[in-house]
């Protein structure tokens, strides 16, 4: 798919790495997107040559640029139409001055562009030659009006040599609508830049948003050639990935050719709100053979493998959440994505600051797990090698059970490993039964079901993690969306087990909605939490839950979360972007913007930097002195001893709770408490029965005994 396109670009790009920007001293622009062009709307009888040189264009309109239908950008207005007709004229007077050309297009939605005749660039259409009413492949709107940057395509010297012409030479562009006469606007604005070898000052100065093309960065350098073709959300297409990485603390420059990667790769964009709501999109891609094969690829420290993404944080104008997030994960000793921060180029276009990173998946280097193959359907083989996750999107199967305060909303969940493609009935049957009773044993009262304790079902150590992680965020989305878990076969611990932990851009302080800006106060018991599983606030109900959670806590932050690691992981990574950070706000400035769902504006790389690290400073301050439990009280069996009963449950306001235990199990109190840990009723009795009349506001309650054996909890649903 667009092959041709593709094969021809690269020749392009080949020129790229063997030319030196050395040669340059200066760049003018030779033709401007302002100046009076030829132009010609009614295409259906146009002959093919009317993009050479010798081509009569005497009948043609003539108008300054752009062109369209009236919006902001437009200085020529046209009619409706699937397509513009553009040609101009520039005079060379002394060939060997002029070592590049340089394109820029800001565009809607595709062109092809031609000098001299030939083809030298085009986004978003395809065909050799476009019929005049042939389509974009996508909608794509103009960039400069809404604050953005024209598109660059670079051509290089022996291309330069083997198209111009002393004298005059012709730039011809078509421009293309996406659905023709029923779109419902056009831009079309080109410039044409010439890098010059001598210090004379022939053409005009260059636009000043014109690329500095003579820096240098710490940072991997990552260039993306599509052939030109805009990257769709799907499919992917094919293209090839270069990287420039001369070693730690050295420059990688711009020209220097790929030393670290050079291969094919299929690529596409993907996300949510960063491809629906941002102009900066994160992509998808894969590794290639020659023979178009997926192809494991080893590079700037990540083991092999051959999926990856390419996230370019927005709203996130840290660079760091997400990268801090899986930084704290690994902390914990948890896998989690590794990341290195590059700066992007996608055919030739400065894209900015982005993140390499390891899509989630199970490999020996990523979620370790056992490879559940389509014939493993029975004993031990069955059990293991699954991830799943609870996410936006189409479910692959409903719980029983409705999400956390949402009666009617049942708790969904979806395939990751393996996909919903792949898995076979007897493998789907098993892990939704087995997450089934899992459910079954968190919504019994005494956390048992078919003779198993919850813990029998999950690795609890690793939800703790889960549960730290998300409150030290406050990650809104965590909990009801990016949640993954994973289980290996039960002879190598098939419990399931909470993670890899997965996007945190709108978290630490990063949100504007369900009090995330806040530094104090649970993520958990938020009005986002509705949407929770159920079973997480089962989780937080339980004593010995809490209280283990204490004691990790604690030994989190006597090292490894210490105030010295983690700040001293947000300086050093922020010395390191300071100047990616500076480009990439030149080619999105939106430093003084508030951009969804930022609760600041700082106007500012390092006031983005402080913000986060005073939101982390109040936060962790708050844990400290606030998180529930008591270590000293971690009970060592989980199993409900005590031979209890508590009735009726659900109750009514105003009605009565009996309780019934042994009395030589009895401490001395029973305690009622609301979601966020604030006691509402406090009872003392060693008789061995007790009524409790509920005078409280209806919602579900934590109620604790205290006895010999330990502190033992249950959920009380009082009703209205």
Request: net charge negative.
């Amino acid at each position: 798919m667009h092959l041709y396109k593709y094969w021809i670009f690269v020749a392009m790009c080949f020129a790229f790495l063997t030319s030196s920007f050395a040669q340059i001293d200066h760049w003018e622009t030779l033709i401007y997107a302002s100046d009076n062009w030829k132009y010609h709307v009614d295409n259906a009888s146009i002959a093919d040559d009317w993009r050479s040189q010798e081509y009569n264009d005497a009948t043609w309109e003539v108008g300054p640029g752009g062109f369209g239908y009236g919006d902001g950008d437009d200085q020529t207005i046209i009619p409706n139409t699937p397509s513009v007709y553009l040609r101009t004229t520039f005079d060379i007077a002394d060939l060997e001055r002029i070592v590049n050309l340089y394109l820029h297009a800001d565009y809607d939605d595709a062109f092809v562009a031609f000098l001299n005749g030939v083809e030298i660039a085009r986004a978003n259409i395809d065909g050799v030659l476009p019929a005049y009413d042939a389509s974009s492949l996508e909608y794509r709107e103009a960039l400069m009006y809404q604050g953005g940057l024209p598109e660059g395509f670079l051509l290089q010297q022996d291309i330069v040599e083997s198209l111009l012409v002393s004298g005059q030479n012709t730039l011809a562009i078509q421009v293309h609508n996406y659905e023709g006469l029923n779109s419902s606007d056009m831009s079309a604005l080109f410039w044409l830049s010439a890098g010059v070898s001598d210090t004379q000052f022939v053409f005009g100065q260059t636009p000043n948003w014109f690329p500095d093309l003579d820096w240098s960065s710490q940072l991997p350098i990552v260039r993306i050639f599509t052939g030109g073709v805009g990257i769709p959300d799907e499919p992917s297409i094919p293209g090839r990935i270069e990287i420039v990485y001369n070693g730690d603390g050295q420059p990688n420059h711009i020209t220097d050719p790929a030393n670290e990667l050079d291969v094919d790769i299929e690529i596409e964009r993907r996300g949510q709100s960063s491809l629906w709501v941002f102009p900066k999109n994160n992509f998808g891609f894969e590794s290639k053979n020659p023979e178009g094969e997926d192809m494991d690829i080893e590079f700037l420290d990540f083991p092999a493998e051959e999926d990856w993404i390419l996230h370019g944080p927005y709203s996130d104008k840290t660079f760091l959440r997400n990268a801090l997030a899986m930084f704290l994960a690994r902390q914990m000793g948890q896998y989690a994505s590794r990341m290195q921060a590059v700066e992007l180029f996608i055919n030739e276009n400065y894209e900015g600051l982005y993140l390499i990173m390891e899509r989630i998946k199970r490999d020996d280097n990523r979620v370790d797990i056992a490879k559940l193959r389509p014939e493993e359907i029975s004993g031990d083989d069955l059990t293991g090698g699954y991830i799943i996750k609870i996410d936006k999107g189409e479910p692959d199967w409903y719980s029983r059970y409705d999400v956390a305060e949402t009666p009617g909303t049942k708790l969904t969940y979806q395939y990751v490993s393996p996909q919903a493609s792949a898995i076979v009935p007897k493998q789907e049957e098993y892990i939704q039964s087995y997450i089934d009773s899992m459910e079954q044993a968190f919504a019994a009262w005494n956390g048992v079901f078919a003779g198993k304790h919850y813990t029998e079902f999950i690795d609890r150590s690793s939800f703790i993690d889960h549960f730290l992680l998300t409150e030290i965020s406050k990650d809104v989305d965590a909990y009801r969306l990016s949640s993954y878990f994973h289980k290996d076969k039960d002879s190598k611990d098939g419990r399931l087990k909470a993670g890899p932990v997965w996007d945190f851009n709108i978290a630490f302080g990063n949100q504007d909605d369900c009090n995330a800006a806040e530094d104090f106060g649970y993520m958990y018991f938020e009005h986002c939490a509705r949407a929770n599983p159920f079973w997480w606030g089962e989780l937080i109900l339980d004593s010995n839950f809490k209280n283990l959670a204490k004691c990790r806590w604690e030994e989190l932050r006597s090292g490894p979360w210490s105030d010295a690691a983690l700040f001293g992981y947000i300086d050093e990574q922020a010395e390191l972007l300071s100047a990616p950070a500076e480009r990439n706000f030149d080619r999105w400035p939106i430093l003084n913007q508030e951009i969804w769902p930022n609760p600041v504006v700082t106007g500012s790389f390092q006031g983005e930097i402080n913000y986060l690290k005073e939101y982390l400073e109040g936060r962790l301050t708050w844990l400290d002195n606030n998180l529930f439990g008591q270590c000293d009280l971690v009970n060592t069996s989980d199993e409900q001893e005590s031979n209890f009963s508590m009735y009726p449950n659900p109750v009514s306001q105003g009605g009565h709770v009996y309780l019934e235990m042994e009395k030589d199990q009895v401490q001395g109190s029973v305690e009622i408490s609301d979601l966020s840990g604030r006691q509402v009723l406090y009872a003392a009795e060693n008789s061995g029965s007790l009524i409790l009349p509920i005078e409280i506001q209806p919602g579900l309650y934590s109620l604790q005994f205290k006895t010999y054996n330990g502190v033992f909890s249950s959920t009380l649903l009082i009703l209205p």
